[in-house]
T-cell receptor, first 112, second 113 residues
Framework: DSGVTQTPKHLITATGQRVTLRCSPR?????VYWYQQSLDQGLQFLIQ???????AKGNILERFSAQQFPDLHSELNLSSLELGDSALYFC???????????FGSGTRLTVV | KNQVEQSPQSLIILEGKNCTLQ??????????LRWYKQDTGRGPVSLTI?????NTKSNGRYTATLDADTKQSSLHITASQLSDSASYIC????????????FGRGTSLIVHP
């Protein structure tokens, strides 16, 4: 157990729907990062939050949004889902941006 | 454009053998370089992290090297085990307010008995 908790582990939904992925960072970690990994693809950085504030944005679609709450857990909202959004979505946390990340076990999203 | 290139894309070795994975990057200004191991369907697990001034860092049978002048890193695995079968990902971060990381595509390693 890495200490980073992601729920749900698996999610199957239809095109056009909206889903919310949840991440609880390791105790004491203020930064939360979201990544997307499509089949046989590398990890794509989506967005980073630090202590409740958005810190950096990567290749995140406008249909996707995220937030970090006062208790430091984070949610990634994916809307108007398309087949191509099927992927593993990972959350990672760190104490600060200069330290290594700790990844969660991911949420596997399947859009049918 | 910041890029991280890894080679080979895939590698098959016999149990007990050594292997070396390569990572070349064009990320600038450099902050740190990390190697991760990712088992299929699982989250990546950190193996090593190196800053500009570090040339070598070991973690058990894993040894990472960094040449900041040539912008190259390698990950050497000694006496491979079946459990080493995984994807190995090189990640380079830039200096700056957000330290946005750039991920390599990974090297898929298969260790056969």
């Amino acid at each position: 157990d890495s200490g980073v908790t992601q729920t749900p582990k698996h999610l199957i939904t239809a095109t056009g729907q909206r889903v919310t992925l949840r991440c609880s960072p390791r105790s004491g970690d203020l930064s939360v990062y979201w990544y997307q990994q499509s089949l046989d693809q590398g990890l794509q950085f989506l967005i980073q939050y630090y202590n409740g504030e958005e810190r950096a944005k990567g290749n995140i679609l406008e249909r996707f949004s995220a937030q970090q709450f006062p208790d430091l857990h984070s949610e990634l909202n994916l809307s108007s889902l398309e087949l191509g959004d099927s992927a593993l979505y990972f959350c990672a946390s760190s104490v600060s941006t200069s330290y290594g990340y700790t990844f969660g076990s991911g949420t596997r999203l399947t859009v049918v | 454009k910041n890029q991280v290139e890894q080679s080979p894309q895939s590698l098959i070795i016999l149990e007990g053998k050594n292997c070396t994975l390569q990572c070349n990057y064009t990320v600038s200004p450099f902050s740190n370089l990390r190697w991760y191991k990712q088992d299929t369907g699982r989250g990546p697990v950190s193996l090593t992290i190196m800053t500009f001034s570090e040339n070598t860092k070991s973690n058990g049978r894993y040894t990472a090297t960094l040449d900041a002048d040539t912008k190259q890193s390698s990950l050497h695995i000694t006496a491979s085990q079946l459990s080493d079968s995984a994807s190995y990902i090189c990640v380079v971060s830039v200096k700056g307010g957000s330290y946005i990381p750039t991920f390599g595509r990974g090297t898929s390693l298969i260790v056969h008995p």
